[in-house]
C-alpha cells in the first residue's frame, strides 16, 4: 500500500513543521517554498534576507520560558507533542535571560538539515497559484504573511471573501563592537534569568532629545501595497511616539525592573538590546521596529547612550502582513469548511508570533497526516494552550478579528469557587497551566489508543 501524499505551501516555520510532523507519521510531503535562486539572482519577499526554511525576519525570540507563563505553557505543549522546529530552537539556543532566542543563521541551518535527512519530503522551490487537490490527500496552506499576490487571489477565490490585512515590522540590528559599553550595563528585568539584555539607560533630558529627533524623521516611502493598519502588537516607534510623550517610556523604552547597578538607580527610560546569535557579534533593538528612512534611523538612533558610533547590520522596515478571516473559514481542525481536505496554519492562519506559528503548524500537521491516511481528527482540547489558540481563531468575532498570541486570556478560567479562594495570580497561572498539561495528555494518550497517533 503507498503512502498516503500531503502537499505543504511554505518554508517559514509552521510549513517545515507541518512537513517534518506529516512525514514523520508516515505520509509522503511536497514542501513548496517560492523564495529561490533563479540563474544566481535570488527570487525573495519584501522582508526576507535568504531563501532558508525558517528564516527569523523581526526577532530572534521565542518569548518566555519563565514556568507558569502562558508563552512557557505553549511550548512545554509542543514539546509533550514532540514539535520538530523547538526542539531545534533548545539547541540553538542563545543566552536570553528567562526567554527563548536563537541563533537564527543555526536555527535556519538544522531546520534544512532536518528536512534534507527526512526520505519522505521532497522540497519544491516555486511559486503555488492554485489549491485544486491535484491528487494530494491534504494540503497545508502556511505561506505566512507574505502570501503572494497570486496565491492571496486564489485563496480569495476559494473563501468568497476578501483578506483581512495589517502591517508589520522588523527591528533594527547593530554590530557588537560598535556598541560603546562604557555607557550601558548588563541586566534582565527584575533580575529574572540571567543578565543577558544590554541596557541603553537614559536621562529624562536624553530621553526628550530622542523623542524630539524621533517625532521630527523622516518616513520611508510609501509603497503600493502599504497602508496605515497596523497591528497593535507590533506598532513602530514613531507611531507609539505620537501617541503622546511618555507613551515609549510604558512600552518598548520602560525602565521599571532594570535599575543600573552602577548608580544603584532606574533610569528615566531604557533601550534593551537582545543578543542575536552564538557569536554575541550582532544584537537587535527590542521593540525598535519602525518604518523611517534608512539615513534618519541611523541618525536618531545614535542619540541612544552606547550607540553613538553603532554600525547597522540591518535597520527597521515594513511588509504585509496577511491573514484569513478563519472564525469564517475554518473548523476546529483548522479545516476550511467548504474544502476539509485544505488546512491553514502559521500566520496566514490568524495567530501572532513565532512560537504559534510553529504550534499551529505542528497541529496541522498531525491534522493533515491522519485525514490522509483515512482517519478522524480529535481536535486538540480546548483547556490546553494549543486548543485555546486553536478556539480563538476559530470562535472570535467574525467582524472584528485580529490575530493573537498565546495569553492566559484566551484560555478557560477556573472555575468561579477556585478564583474565590484562590487569590493569587500567580498560583492561579500555576492551576491553569495543571489543567492545561492534564488536558493535552489524556488527548494525546487517546489519540494513540485510537491507532491516530502523533510523531
Not at 469548511?337 to 504559534?356: C, K, N
Not at 478522524?376 to 480546548?382: C, N
Not at 492551576?431 to 510523531?455: F, H, K, Y
Request: one cysteine or more.
Amino acid at each position: 500500500m503507498s503512502e498516503p501524499r500531503i502537499r505543504v505551501i511554505g518554508g517559514g516555520l509552521a510549513g517545515p513543521e507541518a512537513a517534518l510532523t506529516a512525514a514523520r507519521m508516515g505520509c509522503r510531503v511536497d514542501l513548496f517554498e517560492m523564495r529561490r535562486e533563479v540563474d544566481g539572482r535570488a527570487i525573495l519577499t519584501p522582508a526576507h534576507q535568504t531563501t532558508d526554511f525558517g528564516e527569523l525576519v523581526c526577532s530572534n525570540s521565542l518569548k518566555s520560558e519563565s514556568p507558569n507563563t502562558a508563552p512557557w505553557l505553549l511550548k512545554q505543549e509542543m514539546r509533550r507533542l514532540g514539535s520538530n522546529l523547538l526542539a531545534l530552537a533548545d539547541a540553538t539556543a542563545v543566552p536570553a535571560g528567562h526567554a527563548l532566542a536563537v541563533d537564527r543563521v543555526e536555527f535556519s541551518r538544522r531546520i534544512a538539515e532536518a528536512i534534507a535527512a527526512e526520505p519522505r519530503i521532497c522540497v519544491v522551490r516555486e511559486e503555488v497559484t492554485s489549491l485544486d487537490p491535484a491528487g494530494y490527500a491534504a494540503t497545508v496552506v502556511a505561506t505566512g504573511p507574505l502570501t503572494s499576490d497570486a496565491l492571496s487571489a486564489e485563496i480569495a477565490r476559494l473563501t468568497g471573501s476578501e483578506h483581512l490585512a495589517f502591517y508589520d515590522s522588523i527591528s533594527p540590528i547593530v554590530e557588537a563592537d560598535s556598541i560603546n559599553m562604557d555607557r550601558v550595563y548588563f541586566a534582565a528585568r527584575w533580575d529574572k534569568g540571567t543578565a543577558d539584555y544590554i541596557n541603553c539607560p537614559m536621562t529624562r533630558e536624553e530621553y526628550d532629545v530622542f523623542l524630539a529627533a524621533l517625532l521630527a524623521a523622516e518616513p520611508a516611502e510609501t509603497r503600493d501595497w502599504e497602508s496605515t493598519s497596523y497591528f497593535e502588537g507590533c506598532l513602530p516607534i514613531e507611531v507609539l511616539a505620537r501617541r503622546g510623550p511618555d507613551t515609549l517610556r510604558f512600552g518598548p523604552m520602560k525602565p521599571v525592573g532594570l535599575r543600573d547597578p552602577r548608580t544603584g538607580k532606574t533610569p528615566w527610560a531604557v533601550v534593551q538590546l537582545r543578543q542575536e546569535n552564538l557569536r554575541a557579534d550582532s544584537y537587535n533593538l527590542v521593540g525598535f521596529q519602525n518604518h523611517l528612512k534608512f539615513g534618519e534611523q541611523a541618525r536618531v538612533l545614535r542619540l541612544i547612550p552606547g550607540l553613538e558610533n553603532a554600525k547597522f547590520l540591518r535597520y527597521g522596515q515594513i511588509h504585509r502582513n496577511t491573514y484569513i478571516c478563519s472564525p469564517r473559514l475554518l473548523d476546529a481542525c483548522l479545516r476550511m469548511h467548504s474544502r476539509p481536505d485544505l488546512l491553514f496554519a502559521g500566520q496566514i492562519s490568524g495567530v501572532e508570533g513565532y512560537t504559534e506559528s510553529m504550534a499551529s503548524g505542528l497541529l496541522a500537521g498531525i491534522y493533515a497526516a491522519v485525514l490522509a491516511q483515512g482517519g478522524q481528527s480529535q481536535p486538540v482540547p480546548r483547556a490546553s494552550a494549543l486548543g485555546s489558540l486553536t478556539h480563538y481563531i476559530t470562535h472570535a468575532d467574525a467582524k472584528n478579528f485580529q490575530p493573537a498570541n498565546i495569553t492566559f486570556d484566551l484560555l478557560p478560567h477556573l472555575d468561579e469557587e477556585t478564583r474565590r479562594r484562590v487569590r493569587d495570580k500567580k498560583e492561579r497561572h500555576r492551576m491553569v497551566c495543571e489543567q492545561a498539561l492534564a488536558a493535552l495528555e489524556d488527548w494525546r494518550c487517546a489519540a494513540l489508543a485510537s491507532g491516530n497517533g502523533i510523531p
